[in-house]
T-cell receptor
Framework: AQSVTQLGSHVSVSEGALVLLRCNYS??????LFWYVQYPNQGLQLLLK??????LVKGINGFEAEFKKSETSFHLTKPSAHMSDAAEYFC?????????????FGKGTHLIIQP | NAGVTQTPKFRILKIGQSMTLQCTQD?????MYWYRQDPGMGLKLIYY???????DKGEVPNGYNVSRSTTEDFPLRLELAAPSQTSVYFC??????????????FGPGTRLTVT
């Protein structure tokens, strides 16, 4: 069975600092990997996804993530944090054809931006 | 396009009552999903459907039922509500075909309290 571990339920960074949110996965087959963002009282919005090909993927709002097979990781980064980045971030993985039977989510990381 | 819509936004149920959470999508997606989100636990898949007339259980299906009579609608039925079903429920949809990774589009959620 696949699983996702997000290190740190809360991460606090200063505005303008580097954002690094960690995600490790386990999967018996090559995974498809996703990062979603959830703003308060809203649904989830896709930030970026990795399927095949280039291991560094760029998403919306200046975020990017790198798939490292040897480390089974898919960490999310942003060079300079903005106050509007404060939200809950979820890493997710799928095996079967990219999610036909649903995604497996991590528990989420709450990103706090300090002024 | 309205995307994925869910009704109601909020609901309070008494123990033992039943209700249906509505979900509609106007993107002609063939795959639809129901997740529940509990604090600090990420999202868990309840049921999913790969097309009209086809449904399957996810990770946490007990206490719920679904149907999929049309491509657009995927209602979730709670019978004999229990306090353990207090949660935020998200419906999602995606386009699916073999060999492609599918972005799931999420609705805004239904916050359900069972007392």
């Amino acid at each position: 069975a696949q699983s996702v571990t997000q290190l740190g339920s809360h991460v606090s960074v200063s505005e303008g600092a580097l954002v690094l949110l960690r995600c490790n996965y386990s999967s018996s087959v090559p995974p498809y990997l996703f990062w979603y963002v959830q703003y308060p009282n809203q649904g989830l919005q896709l930030l970026l996804k990795y399927t095949t090909g280039a291991t560094l993927v760029k998403g919306i709002n200046g975020f990017e993530a790198e798939f490292k097979k040897s480390e089974t990781s898919f960490h999310l980064t942003k060079p300079s944090a903005h106050m509007s980045d404060a939200a809950e971030y979820f890493c997710a993985v799928s095996e079967a054809g990219g999610g036909a039977d649903g995604l497996t989510f991590g528990k989420g990381t709450h990103l706090i931006i300090q002024p | 396009n309205a995307g994925v819509t869910q009704t109601p936004k909020f609901r309070i149920l008494k123990i033992g009552q039943s209700m249906t959470l509505q979900c509609t999508q106007d993107m002609n997606h063939n795959y639809m999903y129901w997740y529940r989100q509990d604090p600090g636990m990420g999202l868990k898949l309840i049921y999913y459907s790969v097309g009209a007339g086809i449904t399957d259980k996810g990770e946490v299906p007990n206490g719920y039922n679904v149907s999929r009579s049309t491509t657009e609608d995927f209602p979730l039925r709670l019978e004999l509500a229990a306090p353990s079903q207090t949660s935020v429920y998200f419906c999602a949809s995606s386009y699916g075909t073999s060999g492609l990774a599918y972005e799931q589009y999420f609705g805004p959620g239904t916050r359900l309290t069972v007392t």
